[in-house]
């Protein structure tokens, strides 16, 4: 069977358990339907880019499920006829990650790649892409004429 991702997001006034019942709710229906979850992750509450439905705020759940396609379909189906349930993405994917995704885990832990600390920031005139923009001080063109700080009657 093909493999899902789903993260959805829940309003902010619920509770967690509420929430997490939600993940138990949508579980059963992809069990009916002959799928299974592998994994779930309860986010918590999160503060999101923009409003939706008046909210800023609101839970979130990631999913990780082994279903066939009628099962998403009715499962995505009552997602987005539950009224608890602002908004809902589907992702099919290859294979299922091992390990806690990437929003559980703690900032420290994420690789940050090869970035230099910023004490191996070299000075902004040593930087290669900036070139010396010189004295641009008295021999600039004239630009028209001199207002000597009056304003001209428009007629």
Do not use: C
């Given at each position: 069977?093909?493999?899902?991702?789903?993260?959805?997001?829940?309003?902010?006034?619920?509770?967690?358990?509420?929430?997490?019942?939600?993940?138990?709710?949508?579980?059963?229906?992809?069990?009916?339907?002959?799928?299974?979850?592998?994994?779930?992750?309860?986010?918590?509450?999160?503060?999101?880019?923009?409003?939706?439905?008046?909210?800023?705020?609101?839970?979130?759940?990631?999913?990780?499920?082994?279903?066939p396609a009628t099962a998403v379909q009715e499962m995505e189906r009552l997602m987005r006829l539950h009224d608890d349930v602002m908004r809902v993405l589907t992702i099919k994917v290859d294979e299922h990650?091992?390990?806690?995704?990437?929003?559980?885990?703690?900032?420290?832990?994420?690789?940050?790649?090869?970035?230099?600390?910023?004490?191996?920031?070299?000075?902004?005139?040593?930087?290669?892409?900036?070139?010396?923009?010189?004295?641009?001080?008295?021999?600039?063109?004239?630009?028209?004429?001199?207002?000597?700080?009056?304003?001209?009657?428009?007629?």
């Amino acid at each position: 069977m093909p493999l899902y991702e789903h993260v959805f997001i829940s309003r902010q006034d619920l509770s967690n358990t509420q929430a997490e019942g939600l993940i138990e709710h949508f579980g059963t229906v992809l069990a009916d339907n002959g799928g299974t979850v592998v994994d779930h992750e309860y986010w918590g509450v999160k503060t999101m880019a923009y409003k939706i439905n008046k909210n800023r705020k609101g839970h979130y759940a990631l999913l990780r499920t082994d279903a066939p396609a009628t099962a998403v379909q009715e499962m995505e189906r009552l997602m987005r006829l539950h009224d608890d349930v602002m908004r809902v993405l589907t992702i099919k994917v290859d294979e299922h990650v091992a390990g806690p995704s990437v929003q559980m885990q703690k900032r420290d832990d994420r690789d940050r790649g090869d970035r230099p600390d910023r004490g191996d920031r070299p000075d902004r005139g040593d930087r290669p892409d900036r070139g010396d923009r010189g004295d641009r001080g008295g021999d600039r063109p004239d630009r028209g004429g001199d207002r000597g700080g009056e304003r001209r009657e428009r007629r």
